[in-house]
């Protein structure tokens, strides 16, 4: 193990109570003391640590002048938003020595996955105390990451796949021109697929003819030309026993290769770590049937004492050929903590499309997945998807009693247990959803980029609390960039571009059913076939301020009651109370002279007048609007409930 130093010249403190002194000539410490007595005083010193380290130990050095003035906490806290930190080490021991001593802080497995700063809680009780200050010292060593341990080459795996072009099949026999197949070939698996007829195959070479000819273990359905083909090594059972072997703590390391895998690997227990060398580290899926949701690398340990610190990185993972042979998901975690996916390159996962109700997700934080993180993948769920094959890239979710938990069948809604969480820094594509949280809380979402998804770009599907979303880059959502759908609580949607939409719902940002506390703010908005801002139907303590608004079709931002006829079938979910306590001020809508600026409607035309709900307490104050004809349009569109909006200066 390490230690690096750290001088009390590094302390800082935005505590206007604290009087910080700093070391001179004849006062070799930094002194603190206080002009106001009391508790939670804080002092923070940012932690310049090597990358790939496991801090063990914090070190401090300090003399009191007097007993009651004392530390009295000592955390280890990340950080990388502004509006957000995670405390990894809390230590609530008193330190209280009045002669020049040093405490020890034992840590436990701390592996930084961002900035690490240090914080001290100080206690004051008289304002002529000091608290003197001496180094401070982090004691470290090399994280298991950072180790590579062992390859799975050790192991036996090859790496040895290989691509073939112009491929034709007839019976059970396949011939290539590009080939050069051997003796040593048979045994291996392979992967057929022509892409114009839809043909697909998975199964092993028997028998070598020649070097461009072999015989397979299965006829194809049908005759095959010109198709694309993969074969290699069955490298699962290798890559598992190196993962098995790696459980101690070792890094598991996956060199160059494309590695054909039939089976799950299964990560073993926590502190484990699966990396790879980057794109060149490929791992593909050769199945002779679809995975209904089975993933191709799992830290999955349901029911059992949960585990920490796995880390997967810096591969590439390819499901499948087609949809037809397959694995559903790429990555999945459940009932683990502290844990990271970084670094991937998922592709050719997708949903069973003979199967109704089916899914594919990217990645998956499954049930009681805690303050883990993706960050930095890249995800392409491809261009198929619809409403009974979802598609997604980043799925985090706790269980739930039904599809809106509980609210369907009267059954107990399930708890919150998948919580934070932070999906940072991924580029999706295709699909049908982007990222989908499934009640959870405490999640961030920040600095992802999504673009040509079918529906929504991210979804807070239902029952999320305490989620910000901040600076995301959403670019063209068959439906929605942005949907806030059921029952979400205390929602940040802060700094996003959100650029067109199309099909069904089609708004930048939409507010759908029973969402309150709810601030969207600075998000700049574009090119919504109906509104930039869309809230719609049950939505209170909502507050829209900021926003820059262009190319609505219908509004920039719209408010409504009762649904239009093709929600009926969601009337039911609707609660009692309506839409309340809504402030809209300062924003900046550019539309053309046949939108809206601010639409607050009553009730959708031909809709139910059994379903009117209140509109009552909507302010509208100080905004800029644009080209409209209607700047401010208010309609009860026969609505005989409550409509009372409160319009100021526009």
């Not at 341990?149 to 019976?171: C, E, K, P, T, Y």
Request: glycine share 10%; aromatic share 6%; charged share 15%.
């Amino acid at each position: 193990m390490q230690t690096i130093w750290i001088s009390p010249a590094s302390y800082v403190s935005g505590d206007h109570t604290l009087e910080i002194t700093y070391s001179f000539v004849s006062q070799p410490c930094t002194v603190i003391r206080c002009t106001n007595s009391g508790d939670l005083k804080w002092l923070t010193m940012g932690l310049p640590l090597p990358p790939d380290t496991q801090v063990e130990q914090v070190i401090i050095y300090y003399q009191l002048s007097n007993p009651q003035s004392f530390i009295s906490q000592i955390r280890l806290v990340e950080m990388t938003t502004p509006d957000h930190v995670l405390v990894r080490h809390d230590d609530p021991t008193d330190l209280k020595s009045t002669t020049a001593t040093s405490y020890v802080s034992a840590v436990t497995g701390l592996i930084p996955n961002a900035a690490l700063m240090l914080e001290l809680r100080l206690t004051f009780a008289n304002t002529t105390d000091q608290i003197m200050l001496g180094a401070v010292g982090i004691v470290f060593r090399p994280s298991r990451r950072a180790c590579c341990g062992i390859s799975v080459s050790q192991f036996g795996a090859r790496g040895d796949g290989a691509a073939l072009a112009n491929v034709d099949v007839a019976g059970n026999t396949l011939t290539a021109a590009s080939a050069s197949f051997s003796k040593q070939d048979e045994g291996k698996i392979v992967s057929i697929l022509d892409s114009q007829s839809g043909v697909s195959l998975t199964t092993t070479i028997a028998t070598l003819v020649d070097s461009k000819t072999v015989t397979l273990s299965m006829q194809a359905g049908a005759a095959v030309s010109g198709a694309t083909a993969y074969y290699g090594t069955d490298d699962t059972a290798a890559i598992q026993a190196a993962l098995d072997a790696g459980s101690d703590g070792l890094a598991v390391c996956v060199p160059p290769g494309l590695y054909m895998i039939t089976s799950s690997l299964k990560i073993p227990a926590g502190n484990c770590t699966l990396r790879g060398a980057g794109a060149a580290s490929q791992l593909m899926g050769a199945v002779a049937y679809p995975m209904p949701y089975a993933a191709m690398i799992e830290a999955a340990f349901p029911g059992a004492e949960t585990h920490s610190n796995v880390e997967i990185e810096n591969l590439t993972l390819i499901g499948g050929l087609d949809w037809a042979n397959c694995f559903r998901l790429g990555v999945k975690f459940e009932n683990i903590t502290n844990s990271v996916v970084r670094g991937l390159r998922i592709t050719g996962i997708t949903a069973d499309q003979a199967s109704k109700q089916s899914g594919a997700y990217g990645i998956y934080f499954a049930d009681s997945t805690t303050f883990s993180t993706a960050e930095q993948n890249f995800i392409d769920m491809g261009s198929y998807g619809d409403t009974d094959h979802f598609n997604i890239g980043i799925l985090v979710q706790s269980n739930m009693a039904d599809a809106y938990n509980g609210r369907q069948t009267n059954a107990v809604p399930l708890r919150q247990t998948t919580i934070g969480n932070r999906v940072a820094n991924n580029t999706v594509q295709g699909g049908t959803h982007g990222i989908n949280l499934q009640n959870t809380s405490q999640i961030i979402i920040a600095g992802n980029n999504v673009h040509d998804v079918i529906f929504r770009s991210i979804i807070l599907y239902v029952d999320n609390t305490l989620t910000t979303i901040a600076h995301n880059n959403l670019c063209r959502a068959g439906s929605t960039n942005i949907a806030v759908d059921y029952g979400n609580r205390f929602i940040t949607v802060i700094g996003n571009i959100c650029d067109t939409t199309t099909g069904n719902e089609n708004n930048n940002i939409e507010l759908y059913l029973d969402n309150s506390y709810i601030l969207l703010a600075g998000n700049t908005l574009s090119n919504a076939g109906e509104s930039a801002v869309f809230i719609g139907y049950s939505a209170t303590d909502v507050n829209v301020v900021g926003n820059i608004i262009q190319n609505a079709g219908r509004a920039g931002i719209s408010i409504t009651g009762a649904m239009a006829p093709q929600y009926e079938e969601y009337e039911d979910l609707v609660p009692p109370g309506g839409i309340s306590h809504v402030a809209i001020r300062g924003n900046i809508i550019h539309v053309s002279p046949s939108a809206r600026g601010i639409y607050i409607l009553g009730r959708e035309a031909n809709a139910s007048a059994t379903k009117d709900v209140p509109i009552e307490e909507v302010f509208i104050n100080e905004n800029l609007c644009v080209g409209s004809a209607y700047a401010v349009l208010l309609e009860t569109g026969g609505s005989t409930a409550a409509f009372t909006p409160k319009v100021g200066y526009n």
